[in-house]
């Protein structure tokens, strides 16, 4: 139950707008995809780095998740997401090694991945996100 690389690392931004530039104009990647995850209440940008993906999150409800993480610490590293080949055995195994999750069971995310989100009381501080097709 080992990860196959990093999916993609979630950084809260407050605005895509602002932020799309940098990546593109400083970093010189390319930003193939802006999605709204409703359900999230986030607006997503991504962009490719070899097999990992940045993720750009804009919140856009200030009590959905991103919003209130953006009112607490800023803008800044939201989560890490290790892409797993099965995410519902890859949650379940986290739970049974006494790891706290916020998704008992895979649910939709952006680009139609299954995810799940580990508590980050329970991984060291990083909220961590397991992904993957299934
Ligand atoms: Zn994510």
Known sequence: ?????????GI???SLEESVPYYE?????????IEEVTDQK???????VGETKIELLESTDPEGPIGKFIERKGPGVHHLAFAMENVSE???????????????VPRKGAEGLQIGFLHPKSTQGVLTEFCGHE
């Open 42 to 48: 986030v607006r997503t940008a991504f962009f490719r």
């Open 12 to 14: 809260a931004v407050s």
């Open 25 to 33: 104009k400083v970093l010189g990647l390319e930003c193939y995809a």
């Open 90 to 104: 890859a949650l379940q195994n986290a739970a049974d090694q006494g790891v706290r999750l916020i998704d008992e």
């Open 1 to 9: 139950m080992k990860p196959t690389h990093i999916e993609h690392i």
